[in-house]
């Protein structure tokens, strides 16, 4: 491959990389702020003083029931992001699904910690607990 085609391919490459990061990135701000509005209303208990106040074998049920929700929709969120065609597949016989970013769990990670609110709440109190226990 000549070295104008091997930035062409990378340049495709990086193309598809950027695409997937938005991709992703949109997907898990919907996600999330459907979960912070879904989670607020199951749990009644969202304020940060009233999560101190839930003991912690229903704290670590909840913070299980969000993380076992988080990866089902992570999941689908891939699945979906996955199926959506790339317009430069087969240029220069690039491959789409060969790309490592399609999985996209940097970016979905970082939306759930960062803005899921009610999840980091929950589990920023269970750490606080264990080190106690440990201290």
């Known amino acids: 491959m000549s070295q104008n085609n091997e930035f062409v391919f990378k340049l495709i490459k990086f193309l598809d990389i950027g695409l997937l990061g938005i991709y992703y990135l949109f997907g898990a701000i919907i996600m ?20 101190k106040k839930v003991s912690s074998l229903k704290l670590v049920l909840q913070i299980a029931i969000q993380a076992a929700v988080v990866m089902i929709l992570s999941n689908i969120l891939r699945k979906t992001v996955r199926s959506i065609p790339y317009p430069l597949e087969g240029v220069m016989d690039y491959n ?34 264990f080190s106690k226990l440990i201290e």
């Open 96 to 129: 789409h699904l060969l790309t490592k970013e399609t999985n996209g769990g940097i970016i979905i990670s970082f939306a759930m910690l960062t803005a899921f609110t009610d999840f980091k709440m929950r589990v920023f109190e269970l750490v606080n607990r």
């Open 32 to 51: 999330v702020s459907v979960l912070n509005v879904v989670f607020k209303k199951i749990y009644k208990d969202n304020k940060e003083n009233e999560v």
